[in-house]
């Protein structure tokens, strides 16, 4: 009798253990939270990401939540981080949500965190998306407006380890251009994939190499001639530059695969 009333209340310290840290974990976010957005490619999908700035002993820790899309827009609650992450690198915890490919209009952002509730809106038009908390104590926007990279844009960078290897550098972009590429100037500002400065260009970025070049042009031409240019021109050239492209199909052509 004894040990049948032993495992009884085993039992029932299992189950309560359980649902107190279940009560626990769920109650909310206790920290700030950066959202940040990105568009997918090529099917225009907007996602949402959410990170704590508190950063864990773990990288890969995952914030719990629910959401659902609204007549109005969308409505984010955030129950928790749920520690079970195992990489050893610190970090914080993040979790994403995809929207799906949004019409233009204004949508309203309902975000519920430990029993207090933000308001703001989602602002999407043709060329960005828009982000405007009422009240963001809660909350930081990391990237916005983000900037809607343009239909027939190919953009990429050509990486290299000489100062002598520059003349050939320069025929490349002359034999890209004699492709049908066209210069064009973007709108300043952040499209998640690269930055555009002030006067329309794009700004260059360290891509693990002594010397490279960020390039975008303007190409309405088939992509897959890209792809031919590229690797007649890794036949002539071989390892001299390390060239990649991108395109706005979610295309990726890379000098090194051939």
């Not at 109005?72 to 914080?92: C, H, K, R, S």
């Not at 240019?229 to 890794?234: E, G």
Request: with cysteine; charged share 20%; hydrophobic share 35%.
């Amino acid at each position: 009798m004894f040990e049948r009333i032993f495992k009884i209340g085993s039992i029932l310290l299992v189950l309560l253990a359980i649902v107190g840290c279940d009560s626990v974990s769920y109650k909310g976010v206790d920290s700030e939270i950066v959202i940040s957005i990105s568009e997918e490619l090529p099917s225009r999908e907007l996602k949402m990401h959410f990170k704590t700035t508190r950063i864990y002993d773990v990288y890969d820790n995952q914030i719990k939540l629910s959401w659902r899309k609204t007549q109005m827009g969308f409505d984010v609650l955030f129950q928790g981080v749920l520690e079970t992450g195992m990489l050893t690198a610190i970090g914080p915890a993040t979790a994403t949500i995809n929207l799906g490919a949004l019409n233009t209009g204004t949508y309203q952002l309902t975000l519920r965190n430990e029993q207090e509730t933000f308001k703001g809106q989602l602002f999407v038009v043709n060329d960005k998306y828009t982000i405007r908390l009422n009240s963001n104590s809660g909350f930081q926007v990391q990237n916005s407006p983000l900037n809607r990279i343009p239909d027939n844009t190919i953009w990429g960078l050509v990486g290299y380890h000489t100062e002598e290897t520059t003349p050939l550098v320069q025929s490349f972009f002359s034999e890209l251009i004699e492709l049908g590429v066209m210069k064009k100037s973007f709108a300043p500002g952040d499209y998640n994939r690269f930055q555009i400065d002030k006067d329309g260009d794009i700004i260059n970025y360290n891509g693990g190499y002594w010397f490279n070049q960020a390039f975008i042009f303007y190409y309405s031409e088939d992509s897959s001639e890209l792809d031919k240019f590229l690797k007649q021109w890794s036949e002539l050239h071989g390892t001299t530059m390390s060239i990649r492209i991108y395109t706005a199909k979610g295309e990726q052509f890379f000098s090194w695969r051939y």
